[in-house]
Structure formats: C-alpha cells, structure tokens
C-alpha cells in the first residue's frame, strides 16, 4: 500500500484518528515480476474502520485503460458527499448540482506551505507543530494495517499493528 499512504493521511486527518481494523485483498496481476524483483502490489482495495461506524473503502489499481484513470477522494455521508481534490458537496436530496466549497489556500503550492508552517512554528515556538512523531507513528502504521489485512487474507486490528 505504499503508493496511497498520503491519500490514507488525508483520511485519517479528517477522521481524527486511526483505524480500528481493516480488511481487504489485492495483489500483483499485471506487473509480474516486472521489473525483475517487484514486490509492490498493482491492484488493492481496503476497507478501513474507524470509530463511530466511520468507514474508508482505499482502491488503488494500475489495471486502468487510457481514458479510465484519475485519483478520485471522495467522502459520502448520510447528508451527501464531498470531493475532497474537487472542493464540491453534492447533497444526498433536496437541492441538486454541485456546490463549490470555499477551500482555504486553494490552489496554494502544498510544499512550500508546509516548510512555511515548519519556519513559522520554529520562529515562534508558539504551538505544536502539524507533524510530530505521533502522527508519523500513525501515518506509518495505517498502511502497515492494510497491507497486513490483504497478505494474511483476514481482519486486522489496530492493537496488533500499534501493539
């Protein structure tokens, strides 16, 4: 699951916590042993489950066709659902199309302010920063879980990752 794990940190931020378990399946049907020595898989879903019934159901295919391809980063609740990398909410009834969300810092380079906040908060020393060694435990431990559930075919918990 290495190549989706800053996908898996946007959901896990937005939750506000990690996973209790996971399930799933996948593996290398395309891309065998190409190059020699491969061992990313090319194809996996995964379902995580967090707390208060919290689902995130993570794809990730090298299986598509020109014209089928696309990161999709969708959230569907019980009033409708956003499109987190579009900024748009689409309520479940009532009023339909499209509503276009004001996103802060839209269009903003990511990168740059990131290493911003990283100057900022050692200039100021005035708060916590945004990645500590907790959220990395946890931004490592979410694709270790799911790539777990999916080589030994069964649920895994957090406690048996997180120990």
């Given at each position: 699951m290495d190549q989706g794990i800053h996908i898996l940190d946007l959901?896990?931020?937005?939750i506000?916590?990690?996973?209790?378990?996971?399930?799933?399946s996948g593996g290398t049907n395309l891309f065998i042993n190409e190059p020699?020595?491969?061992?990313?898989?090319?194809?996996y879903s995964v379902i995580f489950e967090?707390?208060?019934g919290v689902r995130v159901n993570f794809s990730h295919h090298y299986l598509d066709p020109s014209g089928?391809?696309?990161t999709k980063e969708l959230v569907f609740g019980s009033e409708?659902?956003?499109?987190l990398a579009g900024g748009t909410w689409q309520?479940?009834?009532g009023k339909r199309g499209l509503v276009k969300l004001e996103v802060p810092n839209a269009g903003q380079d990511a990168t740059y302010m990131s290493l911003a906040a990283f100057v900022e908060n050692i200039r100021t020393n005035n708060h916590k920063p945004l990645n500590d060694v907790e959220s990395a435990l946890r931004s490592t431990l979410v694709p270790i879980m799911g790539t777990k559930a999916i080589e030994e075919r069964r649920i895994v918990t957090w406690e048996e990752v997180a120990g």
């Open positions: 959901f896990t931020w937005a506000g916590g990690h996973p209790l378990r996971a399930m799933g020699p020595g491969r061992t990313v898989m090319d194809n967090y707390p208060n089928f391809t696309g409708g659902a956003v499109d309520p479940r009834v």
